[in-house]
């Protein structure tokens, strides 16, 4: 009722998709089809894709470090001000919803909560890899490889004057 032309074109049968599509004509009196039918313009260059990687201990040392440092910073009073909103496609995401779960009893610590979000976006970082290995040929670059990562798009950029 609320998007006609989603309705007629969606994937009705998808709720994340609906609730998007919900989210998006309610905001902006729009339906969510007449973003997506907008003609791309071209662009003046080529990109070339880079695949960055970290070794699993020191990413999983980041994430603790990074969950650690939110949880300091104020987490816990930062979802206590979402509660209202919960619902919303935005807060449905690692380090929310492990809140949530603490406020409603599901999580009697709050130290568990900062664990489950650890573990979750460990989980989730694998899940990411794995997307870029099969998404993205070429060599993977550590955070310090900078003068091979312009080495490689040096080659990159000659390969595509070439073609």
């Known amino acids: 009722q609320e998007d006609p032309l989603f309705y007629q074109t969606g994937e009705m049968q998808n709720p994340q998709r609906m ?3 919900l989210e998006v004509v309610r905001y902006t009196g729009q339906s969510i089809r007449s973003f997506q039918k907008k003609q791309r313009t071209g662009r003046a260059f080529q990109t070339v894709p880079i695949r960055l990687s970290l070794e699993k201990e020191k990413l999983f040392a980041r994430i603790d470090q990074r969950v650690d440092q939110m ?3 104020g987490l816990l009073d930062e979802v206590k001000s979402l509660v209202d909103f919960r619902q919303l496609n935005a807060l449905q995401t690692v380090g929310y919803q492990e809140i949530f779960d603490h406020l409603d009893g599901k999580l009697s610590v709050l130290e568990e ?27 993977a670059f550590g955070p310090s490889q900078l003068d091979e990562i312009l080495s490689y798009i040096g080659e990159e950029e000659k390969l595509m004057e070439r073609n």
């Open 19 to 21: 609730m998007r599509a």
């Open 71 to 73: 949880m300091k910073a």
């Open 113 to 139: 909560a900062a664990e489950r979000i650890k573990s979750n976006t460990r989980k989730y970082a694998k899940r990411q890899e794995t997307w870029f290995k099969k998404f993205l040929d070429g060599p």
